[in-house]
């Protein structure tokens, strides 16, 4: 082992006094026998070398592109979480928009002038269905105001603060409106049980109540104007021996996905 490092010193050595002599005399180019031999034996590792650098320089081109892609995705990344957020706040707003249209063209139907008002909280248990506005007092709204959407009949007002008001849906179990079934005539009471569904009671047994049929509020009792769509019946209970027949309805408002509502501050008599 130690004759070889010997010879490979030598080796060396002899190439470099070789190179340093073209280097001092650059008119000679002849190397000589032993100076050609050094170079032959030096040519495979010089060649070696020279791959060897070449794949250092590819590695790094190809890890700075790498570096330049992540930068550049992750910009791409946030340019589509962006529009992302872009766009959904954009069809929040197309559908808000689209709400609003339908319920300004209902406030120009309604007896009377109307508000709008923004529900902002719920206050639902299994009886109880109430929901809280963010109008209130100083915007004239009182207590037993009717309270409506797009759809019809959403219920009324029960307390009032300078600023807030609560509205009892009409599927509270305290609730009662008086309606008429809009083929039959039938008079009738829908009142809430505290579920999602109506119940039609009080109704006569001289005519068949047809599912599907639109019950509207009869504008009895003083508190809702006539002709406000409350829901449509979709079962009848016609018991034997029963002075009156009942049914189910469900409400023509959405209730559980209410978000915009409008309250009658001023009533006039229906014509």
């Known amino acids: 082992m130690r004759?070889?490092?010997i010879l490979v010193?030598?080796?060396?050595a002899a190439a470099l006094a070789l190179l340093t002599s073209q280097v001092r005399l650059p008119e000679?180019?002849?190397v000589g026998p032993l100076g050609g031999a050094v170079l032959a034996a030096l040519g495979p590792a010089q060649t070696l070398l020279a791959r060897l650098g070449d794949s250092v320089a590819r590695m790094w081109r190809l890890y700075t592109e790498i570096g330049q892609l992540r930068t550049e995705n992750r910009r791409l990344r946030e340019e589509v979480e962006r529009l992302s957020e872009e766009v959904t706040r954009l069809r929040e707003q197309a559908q808000a928009t689209q709400r609003l249209e339908r319920l300004l063209a209902f406030r120009r139907q309604l007896p009377g002038r109307a508000i709008g008002a923004r529900i902002i909280?719920?206050?639902l248990s299994q009886w109880f269905s109430?929901?809280?506005i963010d109008r209130g007092a100083r915007d004239g709204v009182s207590r037993n105001a009717p309270v409506v959407a797009a759809d019809g009949l959403v219920g009324r007002?029960?307390?009032?603060t300078p600023t807030t008001a609560q509205v009892m849906l009409i599927t509270d179990a305290r609730s009662a409106v008086g309606v008429v079934l809009q083929q039959s005539r039938e008079a009738g009471v829908v009142d809430g049980a505290g579920e999602r569904l109506l119940r039609l009671k009080y109704v006569s047994r001289a005519r068949e109540i047809a599912l599907g049929e639109l019950a509207i509020s009869s504008g009895l009792g003083g508190v809702f104007p006539r002709g406000l769509p409350v829901g449509v019946v979709t079962s009848v209970v016609?018991?034997?021996g029963a002075v009156y027949q009942e049914a189910r309805v469900r409400p023509a408002v959405d209730l559980d996905h209410l978000e915009e509502v409008l309250v009658v501050i001023e009533a006039r008599p229906d014509r």
């Open 238 to 240: 016609r018991e034997q």
């Open 121 to 123: 909280s719920r206050e």
């Open 3 to 5: 004759k070889r490092l």
């Open 130 to 132: 109430v929901v809280v």
């Open 9 to 12: 010193g030598v080796v060396v």
């Open 28 to 30: 000679r180019r002849a």
């Open 157 to 160: 007002v029960i307390a009032v």
